[in-house]
């Protein structure tokens, strides 16, 4: 029983949560710690912790708390369950997508979305930023030569990120 | 199921016409899903698909963002699952999804294990936090190229601002996507019919 409610759950998380991050700590939170009991309140913030360490969508979590309530089976569950809604929504969008591209009113809505797109990439990075950086100039400037790495030389990404890990554990060690 | 082959032509060409193999896609996403790091899978994602295999335009990829913050979901996971719906329908997205989630999937299973056994989340402030300076530069690189080559218009551009100041404000970010798409569609509908 304990699976098949895994599912309901963590399907019903994957269908309301935007944007992924920390939008669906709260929700979370609610449902697998106040409303089921299934983790204390310090094992869903350190479920939260090894998520942000993972790499990957945060919201792999799931994949913790899912091991928790039964073991490899409720991990396997809670990690597709989770996933499931979104993906489902997203591939139906997508062909509905490449059909409407060329209406007018569609073109133009793609046009109009385009913008609050870049201003979205920007606030998250400001977001991440702000928790992660704020007021740290060495983090600042590592940031600066990630930056210029990646769109200035087109430094491969997994170097980047490999590199800005590495630095950040020496330089706070 | 006999009903889909009456409607032959609601699956887009692109699905079935890409080229690309669902081995890359597998290599790919595998790549993204373990260098990424939250929001950071975009900008793999991006470099990746966009930047060095062309797989879709600069554009494209910005419509698949536009969608997935239009829908549940994290935004690079659905971004992920739009690509693939897009090279390869249905299998394409399938993999995409789980070739994105299985090296998170493996290694949060290793820690979760570790942690249920030993009661400790590893100590890597240091490293996290030059990961969130890695990711916060893909995130700022993603934005930097869809802005370069989307934002053609002076309207694009001023809107771009006011999102940008809505969002600082705490506006509610599918809201924001919404109204500005809205906006888009009364104001900046393209005059001739466009060519897909």
Redesign the interface.
């Known amino acids: 029983m304990n699976l098949l409610r895994l599912v309901w759950i963590f399907a019903k998380i994957?269908?309301?949560?935007?944007?992924?991050?920390f939008v669906m700590i709260p929700f979370i939170q609610r449902e697998v710690v106040e409303h089921y009991g299934w983790l204390t309140q310090q094992q869903f913030v350190?479920?939260i912790?090894?998520?942000?360490?993972?790499?990957?969508?945060?919201?792999?979590?799931a994949?913790?708390i899912g091991?928790?309530v039964q073991g490899?089976t409720g991990?396997?569950v809670a990690?597709l369950a989770v996933?499931l809604?979104?993906?489902l929504?997203?591939?139906l969008?997508?062909?509905q997508?490449?059909?409407l591209?060329?209406t007018?009113?569609?073109?133009?809505?793609?046009?109009?979305?385009?913008?609050?797109?870049?201003?979205?990439?920007?606030?998250?990075?400001?977001t991440?930023?702000r928790?992660?950086?704020w007021l740290?100039w060495r983090?600042?400037l590592?940031?600066?030569a990630?930056?210029v790495?990646?769109?200035r030389y087109?430094v491969?990404?997994?170097y980047?990120?490999?590199?800005?890990?590495?630095?950040?554990?020496?330089?706070?060690? | 199921m006999p009903d889909r082959e009456v409607v032959p032509d609601t699956v887009p060409e692109a699905a079935c016409q890409s080229g690309v193999s669902l081995l890359a896609l597998t290599q790919v996403m595998l790549k993204v899903g373990a260098t990424g790091f939250g929001m950071g899978m975009v900008g793999v994602l991006q470099q990746e698909a966009v930047t060095r295999r062309a797989w879709l335009s600069q554009q494209e990829f910005a419509d698949g963002l536009a969608l997935a913050n239009l829908l549940p979901g994290p935004i690079a996971v659905d971004a992920a699952v739009y690509i693939g719906y897009k090279l390869r329908g249905w299998s394409g997205a399938t993999v995409c999804l789980l070739a994105l989630l299985v090296p998170a999937f493996a290694i949060m299973l290793g820690l979760t294990i570790g942690y249920l056994n030993y009661g400790q989340v590893p100590q890597l402030h240091g490293a996290f936090r030059g990961l969130n300076a890695a990711v916060v530069a893909l995130v700022l690189a993603v934005a930097y190229r869809i802005g370069k080559s989307s934002l053609k218009s002076t309207p694009q551009v001023v809107l771009a601002v006011l999102a940008l100041a809505a969002a600082l404000l705490h506006a509610n970010p599918v809201t924001l996507v919404l109204a500005c798409g809205v906006i888009g569609a009364l104001a900046l509908v393209p005059r001739q019919k466009v060519v897909p």
């Not at chain 1, 007018?104 to 400001?126: D, H, K, N, Y």
């Not at chain 1, 980047?160 to 060690?173: D, H, K, N, P, S």
């Open positions: 994957g269908a309301v949560v935007f944007g992924g991050g350190d479920a912790a090894l998520g942000q360490i993972t790499p990957g969508p945060i919201l792999i979590s994949t913790f091991y928790k490899l991990a396997v990690t996933f809604p979104s993906f929504m997203t591939a969008a997508a062909r997508l490449s059909r591209r060329s007018p009113r569609i073109a133009g809505f793609l046009r109009g979305v385009l913008p609050a797109v870049v201003a979205t990439l920007v606030m998250a990075a400001i991440i930023g928790a992660a950086l740290d983090l600042l590592l940031t600066l990630a930056l790495l990646l769109v087109k491969d990404a997994v980047v990120v490999v590199g800005a890990g590495i630095t950040g554990f020496l330089v706070e060690r």
